[in-house]
């Protein structure tokens, strides 16, 4: 599935989302995430560099990831988002709930979480 | 263009949204953001509408001096979506259980959303 790709897979796990994530992908993305973080104990970068777009239903997913994470006492993060998304992720109040990481690459962000 | 909703389903009407952003040359971005509006806005109609009676979906999409004109007409039970507020986008995100963002998003991307119903058909104008 070209939508969901690990780039990591422990300390932490990153995820990154590629093309679009809305109503069409999203239960198929979820139950490859629900997969993914059955696996997991560790804290959560979700990469959305590649993301070009993401609707309410892509929302849903973020939302269950961060609940996922949080029932573990771990956290979630988002690196990478861009335009609309980035947008959409502000309008709806995302950043107040999931830290947006603003480091330059991704790796400077991970060496920053220590 | 019409579609019937128990032919087709939201992938045929997002296809027709991105077959005119290609053919018309619509911007990224702007495109992008008329996909999301329509794509929140036919989901209601293929999910809520249907549910309830609705047969058929009308798109038409307009572009000139920059901005997009989407205008949809479903039949089905009155559904105003501009005075529509879904009651989950109260709760703080943490306590969320569902999501509720659709219409929220529709607000905040389009510049203008008009609804009129006539006769048995809900008609909508949103400006992008």
């Not at chain 1, 490859?32 to 849903?60: C, H, K, P, V």
């Not at chain 1, 949080?70 to 980035?86: C, E, F, R």
């Amino acid at each position: 599935m070209e939508s969901v790709e690990i780039k990591r897979k422990a300390d932490p796990l990153i995820v990154a989302f590629v093309g679009k994530l809305d109503s069409l992908n999203a239960q198929e993305v979820y139950s490859r995430m629900e997969e993914i973080l059955a696996n997991s104990q560790d804290d959560l970068i979700l990469d959305l560099s590649q993301l070009d777009y993401i609707s309410s239903a892509g929302l849903q997913v973020l939302l269950m990831c961060t609940k996922n994470r949080q029932a573990l006492g771990k956290k979630t993060s988002i690196y990478g988002a861009k335009g609309v998304v980035d947008e959409v992720l502000t309008v709806a109040g995302f950043y107040s709930f999931i830290e947006k990481l603003n480091g330059t690459t991704l790796e400077k962000n991970i060496e920053n979480l220590g | 263009m019409r579609l019937d909703l128990c032919q087709h389903g939201l992938e045929d009407a997002l296809e027709l949204v991105d077959s005119f952003t290609r053919e018309r040359g619509v911007s990224e971005d702007l495109g992008l953001r008329l996909r999301l509006v329509f794509e929140e806005l036919a989901s209601n109609v293929f999910v809520h509408s249907k549910r309830a009676g609705a047969t058929f979906l009308k798109v038409c999409l307009d572009y000139r001096d920059g901005k997009v004109a989407i205008k949809m007409a479903y039949d089905g039970p009155p559904f105003d979506p501009t005075n529509f507020r879904d009651k989950r986008m109260d709760q703080p995100l943490e306590k969320r259980e569902g999501g509720g963002w659709g219409l929220f998003l529709v607000k905040q991307f389009a510049q203008n959303l008009k609804y009129e119903r006539k006769g048995e058909v809900n008609n909508l104008i949103v400006e992008i």
